[in-house]
């Protein structure tokens, strides 16, 4: 980033309390910036009330080359759950407390962005500000704070293979003068262990305001996340927020007598079947996964194409629903363009009965694997399109450990 001429800067060391001083002696920095503070403390706490769609796009760049190229795009769900930064697949009935990894287990993947940053900087009271003076920001005027994070309070950590360090951080936040509100937010990795080979870590998020329902609220809208390595390697994330939504329950007030009830059926109980191991089940897509919209964590179905027996008889029958995901989603371009793409299934329903899947895919490419119970297709070409009927042959593992999939 060029620097820009500003007026002389100086440090400030402000404490929640410092506008509620005398306010004559104040500098007028010092009194905005407890008011900046103040009110995105209100807007933080209302974070939690809400979940957005995140999605990743990400890129790749080698040792020696001048550009970046994707690598694939991964699409979640992300909220704030008790203080913390929250992912899940799309659909998924809940958010868990679950390792970044869980998700995808190549190239990079942060949180943070969502809220966890700026509660950090804005509500823990534990950051040295320097004021930087206004400047045009996209076109709109802004002011600039810089600010620094000791490592000891940062709770910044980077892991990189089995390396991890929790690092110190730095950086500069922008807001409006007149609404206050906070329109940018750049993190920058400080005083990084060796070990890491790490030369540079970058965070930028971008916030907006937005009707949410009845309310409005302060989301981030995107950021660019980007890691720079001393052999020359980076990795490169652009991350788009959409969709978000209020959580909450309608409520309705009427005053006609209530309607008779309506006795209900009994519904059938769904009885939870265990499949052994060894099981080869042959599955036709249900959903077709075009190279032009398919992400990482888009849902996946299947249907069993014939019965599948056990010792004569029917265990899983023809016909049978199996859900999953796409866990990964890598391209390539030696010797020949191709893709990997990494399936994972989960789940299986069929009449009244529910079985957790877990299995391994016949024919699947040999590579490092991604996890348990993912298969991984390889696709000649730099485009696919796979048509609901593509056959595809599994065989059951048993009860093992799930990689995460709900």
């Known amino acids: 980033m060029p620097l820009l001429r500003r007026p002389a800067a100086f440090l400030l060391l402000l404490s929640a309390t410092a506008a509620a001083g005398a ?69 998924a009935h809940r958010f868990e407390d679950k390792n970044l990894t869980s998700f995808v287990s190549t190239g990079m993947i942060a949180n943070g962005m969502f809220a966890l940053h700026a509660h950090n900087l804005f509500v823990n009271d534990t950051t040295a500000f320097e004021y930087r003076g206004e400047e045009s920001l996209d076109g709109r005027a802004a002011i600039r704070y810089d600010y620094r994070i000791p490592q000891f309070l940062s709770g910044y950590r980077i892991r990189i293979g089995v390396a991890s360090a929790t690092i110190a951080m730095k950086g500069s936040f922008w807001f409006d003068p007149v609404s206050l509100d906070l329109l940018r937010l750049d993190v920058y990795g400080d005083e990084i262990p060796a070990e890491l080979g790490l030369a540079a870590s970058v965070v930028k998020t971008y916030y907006s305001r937005e009707h949410i329902g009845k309310s409005q609220a302060l989301l981030p809208q995107r950021a660019e996340l980007a890691l720079t390595f001393f052999s020359g390697e980076a990795s490169r994330n652009v991350v788009a927020f959409s969709a978000c939504h209020e959580y909450g ?99 299986v329903e069929w009449q009244n009965a529910r079985a957790e899947f877990l299995g391994e895919l016949l024919d699947s490419h040999k590579r490092k694997p991604t996890g348990p119970g993912v298969g991984t297709l390889h696709i000649p070409g730099t485009s696919f399109h796979l048509a609901p009927g593509y056959r595809m042959r599994w065989r059951t593992l048993g009860q093992q450990p799930a990689s995460g999939f709900r």
Do not use: H
């Open 249 to 347: 329950s309608e409520s309705t007030i009427s005053f006609d007598p209530p309607p008779k009830p309506t006795p209900e059926l009994p519904k059938p109980e769904v009885r939870k079947v265990d499949l052994a191991a060894g099981l080869l089940v042959p599955l036709a897509l249900e959903t077709a996964i075009d190279s032009k919209s398919a992400s990482v964590g888009d849902a996946v179905r299947a249907r069993v194409r014939q019965d599948v027996r056990q010792n004569g008889e029917v265990v899983l029958p023809a016909g049978a629903l199996i859900s999953g995901r796409i866990r990964s989603l890598e391209r390539y371009s030696a010797p020949e363009p191709y893709v990997l793409m990494g399936i994972e299934f989960a789940e």
């Open 23 to 91: 306010a004559d002696d104040l500098a007028p920095e010092v009194i905005r910036l407890a008011r900046f503070k103040q009110k995105t403390r209100q807007d933080l706490a209302q974070v939690p009330n809400y979940t957005c769609l995140e999605t990743m796009e990400r890129f790749e760049r080698g040792p020696r080359a001048s550009s970046f190229k994707p690598l694939d795009t991964v699409r979640l769900e992300v909220s704030n759950v008790d203080g913390k930064e929250l992912l899940a697949w799309p659909g």
